[in-house]
């Protein structure tokens, strides 16, 4: 993939129905990836979670959101913490997405993205 940086805002550089925004937070579940859409991986660059943070960002800005489908594909795994998030790392949504893009397969793209860390893993993986 080639990547160019700008210190340009992404509002300014592509129209707003362009945009998706991906936040953990959305309501709609991305379904597929539009090489026509400008996704937005809004990320924070600290140790906490905030919850609906992103959300409301994407809200002010008047664009559209989705989240990954780790709920639709993957289910919570039994572990001694009880933790499963759906929030992962910016390097965790870029590799899922172009995981996704070439194989088409989220079972795929979300086994190779989200790390049992989280909490969710594939329906097959579940041990009885």
């Known amino acids: 993939f080639q990547m160019d940086t700008t210190p340009e805002s992404y509002l300014d550089l592509f129209p707003l129905d362009a945009i998706v925004y991906l936040t953990p937070d959305s309501e709609n579940v991305l379904q ?21 943070l992103t959300l409301r960002r994407a809200r002010e800005q008047s664009l559209q959101t989705a989240r990954l489908p780790i709920r639709e594909y993957m289910v919570k795994a039994h572990n001694s ?31 190779a993205g989200v790390s049992s860390g989280k909490g969710y893993v594939l329906p097959e993986v579940v041990e009885q």
């Open 81 to 111: 913490r009880n933790y499963h998030s759906e929030t992962l790392a910016i390097n965790q949504v870029f590799d899922i997405l172009s995981t996704y893009y070439e194989t088409r397969s989220w079972p795929v793209a979300l086994k």
């Open 32 to 52: 597929d990836v539009d090489p026509n859409k400008v996704y937005v991986l809004g990320g924070l660059v600290d140790e906490s979670i905030h919850k609906q």
